[in-house]
């Protein structure tokens, strides 16, 4: 190995340390909280750990929002949970812009009002229960940590993290997710 190698070598593996030493904290936090499910926990820190997202296929009542919301607040992230619906459109979760009007001017103009993906953690609950274009709304921001409202892109807080969960398909009133979001 190169002389020039060895300290980007050392602080790879000192940052490997440091985040095996951060999970176990996480973990152990969570343990207090969340019993069991053991295997749903780890598979979510290492999306988080990897900058990407999660799908959880189940019922309700496996304590999803509690393990999200709990995971929030031991990073001291800020949460949000998206109930989706057959009536949801793509900018209640994005946001949209609002006439507003100078009440000492009366001049007229917009202001954008920001949706609940405006969060560094998101749980997106029953995903497949809203129709597809609602669905490419999440989607974008996944893939691109942005949103577009108008003619307007605008950046997410970092970190950014979604724990998607989806009914099984045998339910009524779901919609199959793409495979680029199953992805």
Do not use: W
């Not at 919301?69 to 609002?98: H, N």
């Not at 003619?151 to 099984?168: E, I, K, Y």
Request: hydrophobic fraction near 40%; include cysteine; glycine fraction near 4%.
């Amino acid at each position: 190995m190169k002389p020039s190698q060895e300290p980007s070598a050392q602080q790879d593996v000192a940052a490997a340390r440091r985040l095996r030493e951060s999970k176990e904290i996480i973990l152990g936090q969570l343990r207090r909280i969340i019993v069991g499910q053991e295997a749903v926990v780890e598979e979510l820190l290492v999306a988080l750990f990897s900058r990407g997202h999660c799908l959880l296929v189940g019922v309700p009542g496996l304590a999803k929002t509690l393990l999200i919301s709990s995971l929030a607040r031991i990073l001291d992230l800020e949460f949000r949970r998206i109930q989706f619906t057959p009536d949801l459109m793509p900018s209640d979760i994005t946001g949209s812009d609002v006439l507003e009007e100078n009440p000492v001017t009366r001049e007229r103009s917009f202001r954008f009002l920001q949706g609940p993906v405006f969060a560094h953690m998101i749980l997106a609950d029953e995903i497949n229960r809203t129709p597809p274009k609602t669905q490419s709304a999440l989607l974008q921001a996944m893939q691109e940590n942005q949103v577009t409202s108008g003619a307007q892109t605008r950046p997410l807080p970092l970190p950014f993290f979604v724990l998607a969960t989806q009914n099984p398909n045998e339910q009524e009133g779901t919609y199959p997710l793409p495979e680029a979001q199953l992805d």
